[in-house]
């Protein structure tokens, strides 16, 4: 079907950009590369898995956003999420992605939230992400039965900073915690 999305934007004179996107289906599908078309370069004509670019800077342009992003379904190739609520807010130099929420094609429910911040100069990323329920659905085939899939709990907490990739993941510091069933991959 038709992707729609609807919502309600606001401009204020101190630079405020806030507001709220609903989208009752949002189909990605076309805009999304089939995996083997968006491959990576082999392992052996990379040098790192890390390279020296640059982190995102955010710009300080004095202005500051806080909205909402929901969608109630959102298709991608192999992939079908629901119930997904993002919080946005920019305010100088930090970004922040929270809350952020989703329902699994399978069921299982995923949630958390992230942070940039350059306001020292210095790139921080603070990332918290959970799943309960979830399915593994990383190493899924075409068409797989959602229902075959491992089920567990994830989650994952990482703190660091650095100006390139590298630096930063160099920096990382945190914990990754999984525990998933049978299932077939």
């Excluded at 329920?133 to 959602?146: E, N, T, V």
């Amino acid at each position: 079907g038709d992707s729609r999305v609807q919502g309600e934007l606001r401009w204020n004179r101190d630079k405020l950009l806030s507001g709220r996107l609903h989208a009752p289906r949002l189909n990605l599908t076309p805009w999304v590369a089939p995996p083997d078309q968006a491959a990576p370069p082999s392992r052996s004509e990379r040098r790192f898995m890390f390279d020296d670019t640059p982190v995102l800077q955010i710009a300080d342009r004095g202005v500051r956003i806080d909205g909402e992003i929901v969608i109630d379904e959102l298709q991608l190739n192999n992939a079908r999420a629901t119930q997904i609520r993002i919080g946005v807010a920019l305010d100088g130099r930090h970004l922040e992605i929270a809350p952020f929420s989703a329902r699994g094609m399978a069921g299982g429910v995923f949630n958390g939230s992230l942070s940039l911040d350059g306001q020292n100069g210095l790139p921080r990323l603070d990332v918290d992400l959970h799943a309960t329920d979830q399915a593994l659905s990383i190493g899924a085939y075409a068409g797989q039965d959602p229902a075959t899939l491992p089920r567990g709990t994830f989650e994952l907490v990482l703190h660091g900073q650095g100006r390139t990739h590298r630096e930063l993941a160099a920096s990382l510091d945190g914990r990754l915690r999984m525990n998933y069933g049978a299932g077939e991959l």
